[in-house]
């Protein structure tokens, strides 16, 4: 994120952008940055696109296009596939576009082995959107805080993230609600976290997956009927419940090391205060017990993908445990 930083800064700009990764937020931030940059309010020598089956034809001929009574032409490009994909002519008309053209991929799945990633990595700047660690983001916070007239403690700062989880969009909402339940003091401290944050979706799925070891299955399944009026989808409800699964038993093999907490967030690139939370699921199930539920998940999914399942009912049954 530097060079892009410093792109924008010195307003020059490569040709070819590619961003992606899992962190919206930043995905969101960077677009908009280097689009203000580029184009700013010069709309006709900016041209978006979005989604699959685009005409690639019209892309090259655009991007051959000079500019209008402008320096640049800007052509948008979002979750086009190019980088799952081929796109062989896409791909040998990259090095010959001419330089008053600036094109921005932002994608939300890409493959690095893919010739289109390789040649845009090639003549321009790739940047993955990676989640951003506890540090970063309790520094972010922090600044969007100070700016705003207000203090927090570090481990006030610890609980607001244990609320909000990683997310940085979901971040910059709960920190907005802080900010107007706080409006007049100039202090955050836990009650007015504990009083206006909304617990994140992950936090329900830590606790169904308690329930669903400890047979609780009443507890789980009322866990999952309020995730569904929250509109997730059922399929996101089983990902993240196997992904919990896997972090216990990645969690359990390492503390079998003797790793500490700091240790095992660092080999997995988790934050401390997460590790902290499933640490003591770790200790509380077997090897054994963690495997069988990460099969349990496969098994789930293979149900849905095949059509033996909808998938509803195929979490209800990982839940109730009967497969």
Known sequence: MQTLNQDIKDRTFKPFYLLYGEEAFLKKSYKNRLKEAIAGDDTMNYHYFEGKGLDVQEIISLADTMPFFGERRLIQIEDSGFFKSAVDALVEYLPTMPDTTCILFVESEVDKRSRMFKKVKELGHVAEMTRQDTSQLAAWAGGILKREGRNITRNSMELLLSKTGDDMENIRMELEKLISYTLGRDTITDQDIEAVCTVRVTNKIFDMVTAIVNRQTRRAMD?????????????????????????????????????????????????????????????????????????????????????????????????????
Do not use: H, W
């Open 223 to 323: 866990l999952y009927e309020d995730l569904l009026t929250l509109k997730e989808p059922p399929m996101r409800i089983l990902f993240l419940i196997a992904r919990q699964f896997n972090q216990i038993l990645q969690v359990k093999e390492l503390m079998a090391k003797g790793m500490d907490k700091g240790s095992i967030a660092s080999k997995l690139k988790m934050q401390p205060f997460v590790v902290g939370k499933v640490m003591p699921q770790a200790k509380s199930f077997s090897r054994e017990q963690i495997l069988s539920y990460v099969n349990l998940c496969v098994d789930a999914e293979e149900a849905v993908k095949t059509g033996r399942l909808g998938d509803q009912l195929a979490v209800e049954l990982l839940i109730t445990k009967k497969y």
